[in-house]
């Protein structure tokens, strides 16, 4: 199978493309057919080398944890998905990535894919998505009126930190630049800051959560927004809790657990049209194509996410 692999750390040059063996999929595994992925920074840092110590992976690595495609074959434990069903997922952490035609994913990180959902709009959700519910639901607890602030609300995650925000009926603050205000709001955000013009923590208070996207400066200022039991959760930095406990507030720090069921949550949500994503950019998966999406997003640019189309 064509795959975009590195055999060493380094820049985007190191992203070429290799034929690798289709990979053999275990009793409790599906193998899937590929026709989308995306961008994530987790994609580039470990290309970079910065996650060599939390992700010691053997070369070569194919990158890539979004996945959009049709079941192809299945193990003997699989019960939930039969060949030629229409599949999302974000995988479980592997050398052997989405970069690829195939990639053999475990059954219970996998969902299956509404008709409705092109296989496009599904990969640029699973990572990003998946982080997004898990700060709020799961580690904050949001609730019908809780005031959200969103940090960069244009990002991968922010977009859908947004609209999941409001499918609880919270109120939600968003920071991002101007240029990107447009669509951002018509994300459903009751106040936008631009963060060039205004300071956010001059200007919000009393919210019931952060989620910190940035780190530094923006999470030590965010603490300012919040409420006395206020909870900031952050997927950057984990918070101090020195800090957390001076101000009064529950910090948590978010690592992604895929889980397939929850994934399967937010297909319902786009079937609904409370969740949406947005598309920046799509390349081909070729060596030309994973090189300029990476740079795209290095460049810290990007609005919402970078698709690869594999296939289609």
Known sequence: MKAIVIEQY????????KDMPIPEIEESQVLVELYATSINPIDWKLREGYLQEKLDFEFPIILGWDAAGIVKKTGSKVSKFKEGD??????????????????????HVLTHLPEEISYEQAAAVPLAGLTARQCLVDAAGIEEGDKVLVHAGSGGVGHYA???????????????????????????????????EENFEEVLDDFDIVLDTLGGD????????????????????PPE???AD???????????????????QLANLMIKG??????EN????????????????????????IVIKIKG
Request: charged share 30%.
């Open 246 to 264: 001076k101000h009064g507030v529950k910090g948590e720090f978010v690592w992604l657990e895929p889980d397939g069921e929850k994934l399967a």
């Open 86 to 107: 229409r599949v999302f997922s974000r995988p479980e952490l592997s050398r052997l990535g989405t970069y690829a035609e195939y990639a053999a994913i475990d059954e």
């Open 282 to 305: 799509t390349y081909p998966l070729s060596e030309e194509g994973l090189r300029k999406a990476h740079e795209v997003s290095e460049s810290h640019h990007a609005a919402g996410k």
């Open 241 to 243: 809790q020195e800090t």
């Open 162 to 196: 947004i609209q999941i925000a409001k499918s609880f009926g919270a109120y939600v603050a968003a920071t991002a630049s101007g240029k990107n205000q447009d669509w951002v709001e018509k994300l459903g955000v009751d106040r936008f800051i631009n963060y060039k």
């Open 10 to 17: 380094g820049g985007s040059d190191q992203l070429k493309e």
């Open 218 to 237: 923006i999470q030590e200022k965010s603490y300012k927004v919040l409420r006395e039991g206020g909870r900031m959760v952050s997927i950057v930095q």
């Open 274 to 279: 409370e969740l949406t994503s947005k598309i």
